[in-house]
């Protein structure tokens, strides 16, 4: 369908929008990269009276790293990212997502801060910044405000962002020597949201785990954290059995929705041989990078 | 709003509506109705354009963005009047039956092989994923881009038959 009427805000610049969204609060809807929010207009699932769009904020858009962690501007392109050697070397994890995020035209406009802002719990990247801790900036008039990734999400495209905020920032910790990743996903086909996707971090040192992390996208209605599984792998050295045992524990309490990709108890299954392939692919990539 | 923007090669203005799409602003504005619309929520890739370099869904692109920016479309996409190489080779392999998803195809075709000039089938494939076709099956329209990237190497190697 055609979008429906609206009016459109073009700020150049963070005060300029977040005063902008101060006059019209829950009117509005924040437009970065479009490509969840347009097609919400265009199905009526979304009735912003006004668009604020960030796409002429020049200072929204880079990566930059210092001290330990990796700032993502909001607007930054989902291409850009993926082309991005700081990326590469220092937020491994992040980099193993981005190309599977939508098909290549979708990554052309799409934004980081858009996809974490929509906050699609089968997406891609909210699962790679619950399994990194990421952080996220948002400002408001009355200043800025770091949330944990950990109390981002809060529901099916639900996010703690206040209306008069603006997510300005996700900032990523960079890995360390030993940290290996993999994100792994099955969907029908290359691009489309995945039916489990699975983010998961290992980092070894003489051989045994010292941090786990493992995040699933697409079995609840928020990236999950499997945590048992975690614990149990820390301190423990790789193996098949220890993997199948993480397997088990990540998924024992998980209860995935169904739909007609596949039935919960299919779902649950397919997290389960995601977290076997997830840790043994981190494992390997973790002595590479020792 | 007042918008500027370059399509094809040539300078184009404009008064679209916030709400209006890029690609209703090319086939309504500027009677460019080779870009065509499926969907119209970016699912079916039937009206992907060239923005700035990169193919991007003209249907989840508000034509007052596209301000400042040069947009190619599938009639700008060849020489005046005839085929470029990926559309001649697209039509030696009979990419197309019904054509509506062609255009899509085509740019979403050259933007990657203008990026990617040695890609593989996989990678072709992959690259093709979000562009659907309810007629070929999609064997004929991977046929025609990995010829036209034959071709095309063919021509860089100066070796052209």
């Known amino acids: 369908m055609k979008l429906p009427h609206v009016d459109y805000e073009a700020p150049r610049a963070v005060a300029e929008a977040v005063e902008l969204l101060a006059e019209h609060m829950d009117e509005a809807s924040v437009l970065a990269g479009g490509q969840s929010l347009i097609p919400l207009l265009a199905l009526r699932l979304a009735h912003p009276a006004v668009l604020i769009d960030i796409n002429g904020i020049a200072e929204l858009s880079g990566v930059s790293a210092a001290d330990g962690w990796v700032a993502v501007g909001a607007m930054t392109r989902e291409y850009v990212a993926e082309e991005s050697e700081t990326l590469a070397g220092a937020v491994p994890l992040l980099a193993a997502a981005l190309p599977l995020i939508g098909h290549e035209a979708i ?9 974490l802002a929509h906050a699609d719990p089968a997406a891609e990247l909210p699962a790679v910044a619950r399994a990194l801790d990421a952080e996220f900036v948002a400002v408001s008039q009355s200043g800025e405000r770091v949330v944990p990734a950990a109390e981002w999400f809060e529901g099916y495209l639900m996010t703690s962002r206040r209306v008069d905020e603006l997510l300005v920032e996700v900032r990523f910790p960079a890995a360390g020597r030993g940290t290996g990743v993999s994100f792994q996903e099955v969907a029908r086909r290359h691009g ?7 983010a998961a971090s290992l980092t070894l040192a003489e051989g045994v785990i010292g941090d786990a992390r493992l995040a699933f996208a697409g079995v609840a209605d928020v990236p999950v954290r499997a945590v048992d599984a975690e614990d149990l792998l820390v301190g423990e050295a790789p193996s098949a059995e220890l993997f199948d045992e993480a397997a088990r524990r990540a998924t024992d309490d998980i209860d995935p929705p169904a739909d007609l990709h596949g039935s919960s108890d299919y779902r649950k299954k397919v997290a389960a041989a995601l977290v076997r392939r997830g840790l043994r692919a981190a494992a390997d990539n973790a002595h590479e990078r020792q | 709003m007042d918008i500027t923007l370059r399509v094809n090669g040539a300078t184009c203005t404009g008064s679209p509506e916030a709400r209006k799409t890029l690609a209703d602003f090319l086939r309504d504005d500027l009677s460019l109705t ?21 193919a991007v869904r003209s249907c989840l692109m508000l034509a007052v963005q596209a301000a400042g920016c040069e947009v190619t479309t599938i009639e700008g996409l060849g020489p005046e009047g005839g085929l470029g190489t990926l559309q001649q080779a697209m039509w030696d392999s009979h990419s197309f039956q019904c054509g509506f998803c062609t255009p899509g195809m085509v740019m979403q075709a050259a933007a990657f092989l203008s990026d990617h000039p040695d890609a593989d ?6 690259a093709l994923s979000g562009n659907i076709c309810r007629c070929t099956g999609y064997e004929s329209i991977i046929d025609g881009v990995l010829l036209a990237a034959e071709r095309n190497r063919e021509h860089r190697a100066g070796e052209r038959p």
């Open chain 1, 107 to 115: 990554r052309s406009r799409g934004t980081i801060g858009g996809s």
């Open chain 1, 192 to 198: 489309d949201f995945a039916i489990v996707g699975l």
């Open chain 2, 121 to 126: 089938e996989r990678q072709i494939r992959e």
């Open chain 2, 34 to 54: 080779g870009t065509h619309l499926g969907c119209e929520h970016g699912v079916c890739g039937a009206c992907t354009v060239i923005v700035d370099g990169r």
